[in-house]
T-cell receptor, first 118, second 113 residues
Framework: GAGVSQTPSNKVTEKGKYVELRCDPI?????LYWYRQSLGQGPEFLIY????????DSGLPNDRFFAVRPEGSVSTLKIQRTERGDSAVYLC????????????????FGPGTRLTVL | KQEVTQIPAALSVPEGENLVLNCSFT??????LQWFRQDPGKGLTSLLL?????REQTSGRLNASLDKSSGRSTLYIAASQPGDSATYLC????????????FGQGTTLQVKP
């Protein structure tokens, strides 16, 4: 079946502009995560959705970053007034989601969106 | 705060060698630990997921172990091949109730023919 997809694959923008990054998770996966990966580093958590709601947004660096998942499937990460320091690969992952006290399920990642802010 | 460390940062081995990649974490109250592979310019491919109640998982030439009490996990690769060349990332899941992963910085493996 189809995996996690992300669009666009590459985005080049100018400092101060607004960008939207899209994630389409695996069908049936209720949990969706956004991560950010800088060059030579491991991914860093940004935000977690369970269904339509943001259950944990503790990783968002500041209020320029916002994400939505209005119908519990596709998610959009929105960045306002972009800065050069926002340049990174933005990764989306999905999983089946929690099952009571059972450990969380395996996360499957998309190919990422490479954002470059000039 | 959970911290995940991977040593070494880079490793080069001749083809056919067995090797071990190391991952350590500071908070033993994890739900699971996941190993990933990342090829240059690509996303992450899940290799193995070990639940907190498990000691190890195997898939083909890969074997991952988990020792929560010592805060360690290892990824064993048997009979390495040039196609195994990639960056390997470990990530701890949990210690909160969101399932978010905390990643190490990765070990970049080169297998020489």
């Amino acid at each position: 079946g189809a995996g996690v997809s992300q669009t666009p694959s590459n985005k080049v923008t100018e400092k101060g502009k607004y960008v939207e990054l899209r994630c389409d998770p695996i069908s049936g996966h209720t949990a969706l995560y956004w991560y950010r990966q800088s060059l030579g580093q491991g991914p860093e958590f940004l935000i977690y959705f369970q269904g339509t709601g943001a259950a944990d947004d503790s990783g968002l660096p500041n209020d320029r970053f916002f994400a939505v998942r209005p119908e519990g499937s596709v998610s959009t990460l929105k960045i306002q007034r972009t800065e050069r320091g926002d340049s990174a690969v933005y990764l989306c992952a999905s999983s089946l989601g929690p099952r009571g006290r059972v450990s969380y399920n395996e996360q499957f990642f998309g190919p990422g969106t490479r954002l470059t802010v000039l | 705060k959970q911290e995940v460390t991977q040593i070494p940062a880079a490793l080069s081995v001749p083809e056919g060698e067995n090797l071990v990649l190391n991952c350590s974490f500071t908070d033993s109250a994890i739900y699971n630990l996941q190993w990933f592979r990342q090829d240059p310019g690509k996303g992450l491919t899940s290799l193995l997921l070990i639940q907190s109640s498990q000691r190890e998982q195997t898939s083909g030439r890969l074997n991952a172990s988990l020792d929560k009490s010592s805060g360690r996990s290892t990824l064993y690769i048997a009979a390495s091949q040039p196609g195994d060349s990639a960056t390997y990332l470990c990530a701890s899941g949990g210690s909160s109730n969101t399932g978010k992963l905390i990643f190490g910085q990765g070990t970049t493996l080169q297998v020489k023919p």
